[in-house]
């Protein structure tokens, strides 16, 4: 259903850099089609990252976040080899997972 | 009489409580914070996440462009130096919806998050920093938006 | 409480012009520098290489036999030298235009339905995340159209006059905007797309991902989005102007290297 | 069908003059180029094919040579011809209304609903800095920032500001009228503001209350 994410995870030192790229459209519910009706709200509610399995950092998003919506965070304590993975959550109960490896 | 604000400001406070003592893991805190989403300002959005009123702090920053070329994408960051930071905040000021981004960070990842929000008009963006012992501190920086293209 | 601020909006008159501006300008490209690490166009190019190789269409075939302009198969490069001359459709084509062919010949889609479809909608969106794909695959490399069939010479020709063209409720042509150095739309840089306008401008810079719309937009939809505003009628997709004028541009900028896929206002 | 008889013809001619190297000459190109236009296009809601018709001012500027001084002259004549005085010698409305009209670049793309020129912005910010408080603003045309004001306009209805008025809106209605292959569009001949928005527009450069001539 909805595309993949890109998640770079990249170690410098004991430090590794998460860059994470969302396919979502994060409609307001705020816009107007052409018609004239309300576009409904549509957006990534939340995300949760995990190291290694562990949950590291959680975040409630609103419909304020842009579309196709960017992350960046930095684990402590990580290093090539590791896994991480993100899995976001949408108001209309969509859900995706991605994993990637830390180079 | 306690309104429904409340009641849900003070359950998030319990269930983040309760996670900050490990008695929960942080993706049980799930339900999405409505009322703090719903709120106009950012000190409505901090209380209703549990939090009293925010004071300005050098330790709190907020990074993003001085001018925006296009208010649909601007990237942002919030981030603190201080020890014991329960959450990060992301607010546009004069957004329909303030509050942006809520960041339940843990000691593995660095209080320094870097997300894009959106911008209806030029606007202060807010970077707050939750601690874990009730106090709240915040940064700001106006980020100016301007009309571009042909404008069609 | 009055008088001080008025003291300040008359200091900032003074010191307006030049130095506003340079600031201005330094602000965009602040704003431009930190878009550039995390553009979303790298989730379009992920589905593209997906598209490539999955078998799709009536005749459940992928495109890895698609012949860009360099043989079946050969992706690298191939960005830097459309359009150009295909023996096979007797056409110059651009890009996207030959994906359609090849998505016609190899996987049984029906050409003309791919390219009515709207952008963004269906089998278009999927040539463009091709396209996208495809581009990347060529960043860094330098722009070297053939010009050796008489076709792809005639192609250069037509496109340089539908540039200079002038018509519509507004008297626009593409060299309205685009005929001089340093010319700005509202806060936005136009390209002297007359000549080589540098590395990673103009016709080296798309494919892109327009933020203005959370939207990828390929060479096609930027020249069907400038004759829109230029009050033309509507170009057809792969039509033979929207092609010459590729042609040109990408003749034009012989020796630019090539940004693509790169973010845009 | 056009494209595959076009590329015929033109291999043909090479092969024909296979030896001297020649394509096909400028005139060729110049009709090639006219075909392909006109086969490229489609009607689209309000933008209908019939905007690819050039009238004579618009030809003689579509190449990236400059018409011969006789040519410009009578495009300019031709343009000068056109303009409509506004009724009642009413020529300045209200800045506010202008400085609106002058933000918006709305209007007559096949995007657009209406060829009604309530309906139309005059996009001219995409290409003047004209109020110096906005900073995104174009520079295809010159600055407008005190536009008045450098003029030594300090009445708009006193007779000595006549010239300056009624050049500016000449230079609205038809620019053509000063410089034969102005970018500029023609807002008052080609119908894409109306007489009171032209005002709006000349109260915007012109008013010395205007934000413009401060």
Request: hydrophobic share 40%.
């Amino acid at each position: 259903m909805s595309d993949p994410m890109r998640i770079r995870a990249q170690a410098a030192g004991d430090k590794v850099t998460v860059r994470v790229l969302m396919s979502h459209e994060m409609e307001t519910g705020q816009r107007k089609d052409a018609a004239g009706k309300v576009i409904p709200a549509w957006f990534i509610q939340e995300v949760t990252a995990t190291h290694n399995g562990k949950t590291v950092l959680t975040a409630d998003w609103g419909p304020s976040i842009a579309k196709n919506p960017f992350l960046q965070f930095v684990v402590k304590g990580g290093k090539v080899g590791d896994k991480v993975a993100v899995t976001w959550t949408d108001n209309k109960g969509g859900k995706r997972t991605d994993e990637a490896t830390v180079s | 009489m306690q309104t429904r604000r409340e009641m849900l400001a003070r359950s998030a406070t319990v269930a983040g409580l309760l996670a900050g003592a490990g008695f929960l893991p942080l993706s049980a805190m799930a339900a999405w914070p409505q009322a703090a989403f719903d709120s106009k300002n950012m000190a409505d959005a901090v209380k209703a996440l549990g939090g009293g009123a925010p004071v300005e702090s050098k330790d709190v920053s907020v990074s993003g462009p001085d001018i925006a070329e296009n208010g649909a994408v601007v990237p942002v960051g919030c981030a603190t130096t201080l020890p014991g930071v329960k959450r990060l905040l992301l607010l546009v000021e004069k957004n329909p919806s303030v509050l942006a981004a809520v960041f339940n960070v843990t000691d593995a990842v660095e209080a320094n998050l870097n997300t894009r929000v959106k911008m209806g008009q030029s606007s202060n963006v807010f970077a707050v920093a939750m601690m874990n012992d009730g106090k709240v501190f915040f940064a700001a920086k106006e980020i100016k938006v301007t009309l571009g293209g042909c404008g069609g | 409480m009055v008088k001080p601020s008025l003291i300040g909006l008359a200091a900032l008159a003074l010191c307006a012009g030049a130095q506003a501006q340079k600031s201005t300008a330094d602000g965009i490209a602040e704003y431009r520098k930190m878009l550039e690490d995390g553009n979303p166009a790298e989730l379009y190019e992920a589905k593209g290489e997906a598209l490539w190789k999955q078998k799709r269409g009536p005749k459940n075939a992928s495109l890895e036999q698609c012949d860009l302009g360099q043989g079946p198969g050969v992706v690298k490069g191939v960005f830097v030298t459309l359009p150009r001359y295909f023996a096979d459709t007797q056409k110059v084509q651009d890009l996207e235009s030959r994906l359609v062919s090849c998505m016609a010949m190899l996987q049984g889609f029906d050409a003309a339905e791919v390219a009515k479809t709207p952008f963004g909608r269906g089998e278009m969106a999927n040539v463009t995340a091709l396209a996208t794909w495809i581009a990347s695959v060529s960043r860094g490399m330098r722009f070297n159209l053939p010009q050796s069939h008489p076709a792809e010479r005639q192609s250069y020709e037509v496109g340089k006059r539908a540039f200079f063209f002038r018509a519509g409720s507004h008297d626009f042509s593409c060299a309205t905007c685009h005929a001089e150095d340093g010319k700005r739309i509202r806060l936005q840089d136009l390209p002297n797309l007359t000549k080589n306008p540098g590395d990673g401008i103009g016709f080296a810079a798309w494919p892109a991902y327009r933020v203005s719309n959370g939207q990828m937009w390929g060479m096609q939809l930027r020249l069907n989005d400038c004759f829109r505003q230029q009050r033309f009628p509507y170009p057809g997709f792969g039509s033979e102007v929207t092609i010459a004028l590729a042609t040109y541009m990408g003749v034009n900028a012989k020796g630019a290297e090539s940004i693509a896929p790169s973010i845009k206002r | 069908m056009h494209l595959t008889r076009l590329i015929v013809g033109g291999a043909a001619a090479t092969a024909l003059l296979a030896g001297c190297a020649t394509g096909p000459s400028p005139a060729e190109l110049d009709a090639q180029a006219r075909q392909a236009i006109q086969s490229s296009f489609r009607d689209q809601g309000i933008a209908k094919t019939d905007r690819l018709n050039q009238d004579p001012a618009l030809a003689a500027c579509s190449t990236d040579k400059a018409p011969d001084e006789a040519a410009a002259d009578r495009v300019m004549a031709d343009a000068l011809f056109t303009v409509k005085w506004p009724a009642g010698g009413q020529f300045v409305g209200d800045w506010r209304r202008g400085e609106a009209i002058a933000q918006s670049g709305r209007g007559m793309t096949w995007t657009d609903n209406s060829t009604d020129p309530k309906d139309n912005g005059g996009n001219c910010y995409n290409c003047h800095q004209i109020d110096q408080k906005e900073i995104s603003y174009g520079t295809i045309g010159p600055s407008l920032w005190n536009y008045g004001k450098n003029r030594g306009i300090t009445d708009v209805a006193s007779p000595a500001t006549a010239p300056i008025v009624h050049y500016t809106w000449v230079k609205l209605w038809n620019p053509r009228a000063y410089s034969a292959c102005s970018n500029m569009p023609r807002f008052g001949h080609k119908g894409l503001l109306n007489e009171q928005q032209l005002r709006d527009v000349m109260a915007l450069l012109l008013d010395p209350k205007s934000p413009v001539n401060q």
